[in-house]
């Protein structure tokens, strides 16, 4: 059963410091691997997909990296700013023919001016 | 603005009171979900419908229904409220269950209070 975890629960950081965001996973027999952002009351936004056969993909200040033989995914988020304080939620789609999302319990990030 | 569109976005029942969750998206997706998001728990799936005319239990369905009414718009429905089903309902939808690079698209929740 495909496990996803995300560590750590929450991250609070001064405002342009660059940091990393971890997600693993158990099974590595994954189509793809997605990273959502959730403001607090709202819905989830999707930042980046990383395709199973994809090493990373980057969005402006975003970076994300996928390692299949390791179970783990990053994200990178380089000069960081308050308007970043979200949570981060880590989703795996897994080899089924369902096209379920697992999903991480997420980051909560909160950066400081 | 193209995605998917949820309604209602807040509601309060009673125990025992039925209600139907609805979401459309006007993105020509094939595949449709329904996830609840709580606290302690992240998100799980409740139902799927990987194509219209199908639709397949998830992780977590008992005490709902779903109805994929056409490829637009698939709805989800409480029978019985229960203190139990109290959570945030997000819908979203992929092109092709998604395999394709394109991902998922998620609504902006339902907020359920059963009272």
């Known amino acids: 059963k495909q496990e996803v975890t995300q560590i750590p629960a929450a991250l609070s950081v001064p405002e342009g410091e660059n940091l990393v965001l971890n997600c693993s996973f158990t099974d590595s027999a994954i189509y793809n691997l997605q990273w959502f952002r959730q403001d607090p009351g709202k819905g989830l936004t999707s930042l980046l997909l990383?395709?199973?056969?994809?090493r990373e993909q980057t969005s402006g200040r975003l970076n994300a990296s996928l390692d299949k033989s390791s179970g783990r995914s990053t994200l990178y988020i380089a000069a960081s700013q308050p308007g970043d304080s979200a949570t981060y939620l880590c989703a795996v789609h897994g080899s089924s023919n369902t096209g379920k999302l697992i999903f991480g319990q997420g980051t909560t990030l909160q950066v400081k001016p | 603005n193209a995605g998917v569109t949820q309604t209602p976005k807040f509601q309060v029942l009673k125990t025992g009171q039925s209600m139907t969750l609805q979401c459309a998206q006007d993105?020509?997706?094939?595949?449709m979900y329904w996830y609840r998001q709580d606290p302690g728990m992240g998100l799980r799936l409740i139902y799927y419908?990987?194509?219209?005319?199908?639709?397949d239990k998830g992780e977590v369905p008992n005490g709902y229904n779903v109805s994929r009414l056409n490829k637009r718009e698939f709805s989800l429905r409480l029978e019985s409220a229960a203190p139990s089903q109290t959570s945030v309902y997000f819908c979203?939808?992929?092109?092709?269950?998604?395999?394709?690079?394109?991902?998922?698209?998620f609504g902006s929740g339902t907020r359920l209070t059963v009272v």
């Open positions: 419908s990987a194509s219209e005319g199908t639709t």
């Open positions: 979203a939808s992929s092109p092709d269950r998604g395999r394709s690079g394109s991902g998922y698209t």
């Open positions: 993105m020509n997706h094939n595949s």
């Open positions: 990383i395709q199973s056969s994809q």
